[in-house]
């Protein structure tokens, strides 16, 4: 048998994401704290059930992470089994692409984030948000 022959191939480096002004960070995380307070609360957190089975919400949360910010959703795990009382998941991603403009990604069920905007604004990003239940927990 023949060996295999050792080939270099480019890779190039992937591109830098752009720096996030910090008054741009703070309008984030003003407006969308307010979006999860006014909208998304109030949409999806219900009281604990009677006889609790199966997870349940029991907090909604935002925060940064690199040029990232996710909306986060806290659940809570009843059962005996559980191997922890909670946990966080991440359902909805603003990353900034620069000149103040966003692009808007979910958390698939398979695990992977999917991107389906590109270049909104803050404001149009909070519309889809509220109107569309696929950026909801």
């Given at each position: 048998?023949?060996?295999?022959?050792?080939?270099?191939?480019?890779s190039p480096?992937?591109?830098?994401?752009?720096?996030?002004?910090?008054?741009?960070?703070?309008?984030?995380?003003?407006?969308t704290?307010?979006l999860?307070?006014?909208?998304?609360?109030?949409?999806?957190?219900?009281?604990?059930?009677?006889?609790?089975?199966?997870?349940?919400?029991?907090?909604?949360?935002?925060?940064?992470?690199?040029?990232?910010?996710?909306?986060?959703?806290?659940?809570c795990?009843?059962g005996?089994?559980?191997?922890?009382?909670?946990?966080?998941a991440?359902?909805?991603?603003?990353?900034?692409?620069?000149?103040?403009?966003?692009?808007?990604?979910?958390?698939?069920?398979?695990?992977?984030?999917?991107?389906?905007?590109?270049?909104?604004?803050?404001?149009?990003?909070?519309?889809?948000i509220r109107?569309?239940?696929?950026?909801?927990?």
């Amino acid at each position: 048998m023949a060996k295999k022959q050792k080939r270099w191939i480019y890779s190039p480096r992937k591109p830098v994401p752009p720096h996030i002004p910090e008054d741009m960070q703070m309008e984030v995380t003003k407006k969308t704290n307010a979006l999860i307070d006014t909208f998304l609360k109030l949409k999806n957190l219900q009281p604990p059930p009677e006889n609790p089975q199966f997870n349940y919400i029991i907090d909604i949360s935002g925060k940064w992470y690199r040029s990232y910010f996710y909306f986060c959703s806290r659940y809570c795990c009843p059962g005996p089994n559980a191997l922890s009382p909670t946990f966080e998941a991440r359902f909805t991603r603003l990353q900034y692409a620069g000149n103040g403009r966003f692009n808007l990604a979910y958390m698939r069920y398979t695990g992977q984030w999917w991107e389906v905007y590109r270049g909104l604004t803050l404001d149009e990003c909070l519309a889809r948000i509220r109107e569309e239940p696929l950026f909801h927990p």
